[in-house]
Structure formats: C-alpha cells, structure tokens
C-alpha cells in the first residue's frame, strides 16, 4: 500500500501506516492520496454530515483521505494512525464493493465495517481509544469482537438499531 501526501507533516505517520500494514495481501496495490486541510469547515454538508470535528473524511470519488489538520495532530500518535487505517477501510470498502457483496452488513454503517476492517489490520486499541469517546463504552465492548464476524454483526446490528430508536 502506498499513501501519497499532500504535506510533509503527514509523512511520519503515512510511513508508520504503510509499515503496519505491509503484510495485509488485500491492500498491496492500493494507491491513495491523503491530503492536509487546515479544518473541515469549507467542506460541502459538514455541519449536516457530522464531520467538521472528524480527524479524517474519506471521499471516493478522487479515492483520497481528507485530515483535518486542527483535530488530526492532536490525537496520541496510535489514534492517528488507527483513523488513518479506518479511512483506509472506506477506500476497500468501496474499491471491492463490500457494502454489496457482503449481505450481513446491509444492516450496518460502512463507518462500522471500516471500523472491522481497520481492528483486523490491529489498529484495534488507537480505534477503541478514539471511539470511546466519540461511540461510548458500549460500542467499544463490541468492537473488541471483531475477530468472530458473526458475533460483531449480530451485536453491532443490535447496537445500530437500538441506537436508531434513541435507546443508549
């Protein structure tokens, strides 16, 4: 895998990304540029999105990851690395079609299959530290099964639904 920066800040981090994931098969000829934007404000939808305080977007159209320079570089370097691999998720996503071809996510958010895909590249603890705060205790309990597909389906779908009709 190869990530293609827009900014030398970047490069630390793209390289430790690339490292970690040198021996995944399913990502030796992905390509993506990631590029450093000062904040995510000017981005079409952001208010209604929920991403002006992201760390990073993923935009597939020009397959590239968008860090949000303000909230990126304050994250612990493993939370930064595991967002990064979590983008990185949306880009496979999208390149093999998952959503599609996978039936037992249709009641899933990518964000979440990305998270599952991000963990079994073991970016699991920066990913648990960041949702934590941003999901709650619960989802990280659930993400900690991402090694039984099965069991992270069922319990995510729960969780997703419960979470559709404001239960917490």
């Known amino acids: 895998m190869k990530l293609i920066e827009s900014d030398s800040r970047l490069s630390e981090v793209c390289r430790a990304v690339e490292v970690h994931v040198r021996n995944v098969s399913d990502l030796a000829t992905l390509e993506l540029s990631v590029v450093l934007l000062a904040d995510f404000d000017s981005l ?7 991403i002006r305080l992201s760390p990073t977007a993923y935009q ?12 990126f570089f304050s994250l612990p370097r493993d939370v930064s690395e595991a967002v990064l ?3 990185i998720g949306h880009a496979v996503c999208h390149r093999d079609s998952v959503m599609q071809r996978e ?3 249709r009641h899933l958010s990518e964000c979440i299959v990305a998270d599952l895909l991000a963990c079994k ?3 699991f603890e920066g990913l648990r530290r960041e ?10 309990e659930i993400l900690k099964l991402w090694p039984n597909k099965g069991e992270f389906v069922r319990s995510m779908t729960i969780w997703c639904q419960q979470r559709l ?3 917490k």
């Open 44 to 50: 079409p939808g952001a208010e209604f999105r929920g």
């Open 60 to 71: 597939p159209e020009e397959r590239r990851i968008l860090v949000n320079c303000a909230r």
């Open 85 to 87: 691999g979590h983008e």
């Open 103 to 105: 039936p037992r996510y």
């Open 121 to 123: 590249w073991s970016f």
């Open 131 to 140: 949702r934590l705060e941003s999901n709650g205790p619960r989802y990280c």
């Open 165 to 167: 009709a404001g239960i």
